[in-house]
């Protein structure tokens, strides 16, 4: 139904920055909120940023506040994650996921494979 694809990972210093995009195909991705999560070493998924359809509205963990900036571009059905001043804490597996409706922080059904970041010290 609905398939995201993440790109744009890789190895990056403290400091640097990254962005990521996913592709978003399938149907349904009209009126989908989209998010980020990650997951680290040990640790389980967790969400990184929002943003809804219309992409007025955006929501950010707080360690990331200030830093990433997640954005959409409707007409390529790709979202994006911009991310600056990345710390080694920032390594992990980074997820796409879509959901219908709202923007939140939970209850999204679709998921990409993620894509590996790793910011070194």
């Known amino acids: 139904q609905v398939q995201p694809v993440e790109s744009g990972g890789g190895l990056v210093q403290a400091g640097g920055s990254l962005r990521l995009s996913c592709a978003i195909s399938?149907?349904?991705?009209?009126?989908?909120?989209a998010g980020w999560f990650r997951q680290a070493p040990g640790k389980e998924r967790r969400f990184v940023a929002a943003?809804?359809?219309?992409?007025?509205?955006?929501s950010y963990v707080d360690s990331v506040k200030g830093r990433f900036t997640i954005s959409r571009d409707n007409a390529k059905n790709t979202v994006y994650l911009q991310m600056n001043s990345l710390k080694p804490e920032d390594t992990a597996v980074y997820y796409c996921?879509?959901?219908?409706?709202?923007?939140?922080?939970?209850?999204?059904?679709?998921w990409g494979q993620g894509t590996q970041v790793t910011v070194s010290s």
């Open positions: 996921a879509a959901k219908y409706g709202a923007l939140t922080v939970t209850g999204y059904d679709y």
């Open positions: 399938g149907r349904t991705f009209s009126s989908y909120a």
């Open positions: 943003i809804s359809w219309g992409g007025g509205s955006t």
